[in-house]
């Protein structure tokens, strides 16, 4: 019963001060009543902490926009941060579309320039994909992380203390208008000639006077310690502009380390497509497992302006003699090339190779012979050596 008593009187009491906190607030509206204004450094410093958290939430939201673009896997990832859970892997867009190269260029052929160069594409984008993955983890971790920490820890306690704060100055405000009043109406009975009930009227003015002003002092000293907890954190604003400022860099490094792995792999790229001839952009009616024998002059004349070790790249009509017979000579292979089957021979770029014709073999292929290992190799992937 006690208990029910107590939770009674907390219950009016927390009403009474809501309704005090509500009329102040209304009055201070409508220019009623007098409002208590906090001091200008104080006053400067909730606009600093309100100016972070707007601009750290936008900062924070577009740099998760850049990550990952598309909304649904930003949902889905938000929802299995918020149920604790780690988020299953995905494919991202270089690695599907590496995927998608590699298979395209195995199906059109390895041996094919179009297929090979296919292929090169893919594991290029591939590991492209892989960098963009280690570019999204290292900045979520160094970066989104800490951005996030101070929106939903740091500020929504300053944001308390603040709210704290605000309804102390009501309080204090509210105080100071019943001192007011009491004290305006103590003057006006003090003013009235006597009577025995307007004497009683002045001693019951005397003492809500009094009481008033021991509120007041309450309330002033309630204020004046929640404006000293909030100033304290909201000093704590300068610090964590260093923090991010650190964290800023992080992510400045973790891009520049993504763009420059990305630059390289597309320098090896370019170096491996360019070794591959001009004429082979044009490879529409070759078959899948055939190089094209148009390639041929374009393939030995570009290679002919330059020595290799030394050593003088033939013509094309050395091509035509060594069909025609029957000795062997060295070769220098211009670029990869991956057998299609176990009758061809599989090269490396810038090996040398003995090769020699056949009788009855197809006139885009020559025999290929290096150490041990024996096979068919395109004819277009080679220069003569004398």
């Known amino acids: ?16 001060t809501f309704l005090s906190r ?24 909730l606009s600093k902490a309100e100016c972070t958290k707007i601009w750290t939430e936008k900062i924070m939201k577009q740099t998760e926009v850049l990550l990952q673009p598309n909304p649904n896997a930003r949902i889905e990832e938000f929802v ?45 984008q591939k590991r492209i994909g892989t960098a963009d993955r280690e570019l999204i983890q290292t900045s979520a971790l160094n970066f989104l992380t800490p951005l996030r920490n101070f929106i939903e820890g740091d500020y929504k306690t300053i944001a308390k203390e603040r709210k704290l704060l605000q309804n102390k100055r009501l309080d204090l405000d509210a105080a100071k208008t019943r001192l007011k009043k009491a004290k305006a109406a103590e003057t006006r009975n003090s003013q009235l ?22 509120e007041l002092r309450i309330t002033q000293s309630e204020f004046d310690r929640q404006a000293e907890i909030t100033r304290l954190l909201l ?17 400045v490094e973790a891009q520049m380390t993504y763009y420059a792995q990305c630059y390289q792999y597309m320098l090896d790229l370019q170096k491996q497509l360019g070794s591959f001839p001009s004429n082979y952009l044009s490879n529409n009616n070759q078959t899948s497992l055939t190089p094209v024998p148009s390639v ?40 990869d090339y991956d057998a299609a089957n176990s009758t061809e021979l599989s090269l490396l770029a810038d090996e040398v190779i003995t090769v020699f014709s056949v009788v009855g073999m197809d006139s885009d292929w020559l025999m290929g012979e290096r150490g041990n290992q024996k096979g068919k190799v395109p004819i277009t992937y080679l220069e003569l050596l004398n």
């Open 80 to 124: 299995y941060e918020k149920l604790d859970r780690k988020a299953p892997s995905r494919i991202n867009n270089p690695e599907l579309l590496g995927q998608y190269m590699i298979d395209a260029g195995t199906e059109f052929g390895p041996g094919t320039a179009y297929g090979n160069a296919l292929i090169k594409c893919g594991e290029t």
């Open 1 to 16: 019963m006690n208990i029910m008593d107590f939770n009674v009187k907390k219950l009016a009491a927390d009403a009474g």
């Open 193 to 214: 000639n006597s009577a025995r009930l307007e004497g009683d009227n002045i001693m019951i003015w005397a003492e809500e006077v009094t009481k008033s002003e021991q």
């Open 22 to 45: 509500a009329v102040q607030f209304t009055e201070e509206k409508l220019g009623q009543a007098e409002k208590t204004e906090l001091d200008a450094h104080l006053e400067n410093l």
């Open 296 to 335: 041929l002059p374009n393939a030995i004349g570009s290679s002919a302006v330059a020595s290799t070790s030394g050593l003088a790249i033939t013509s094309p009509s050395n091509l035509s003699d060594l069909k025609e017979c029957s000795g062997s000579r060295k070769a220098r292979v211009l670029y």
């Open 235 to 251: 000093e704590g604003i300068s610090s964590t502009h260093a923090h991010h400022l650190r964290c800023l860099n992080d992510f």
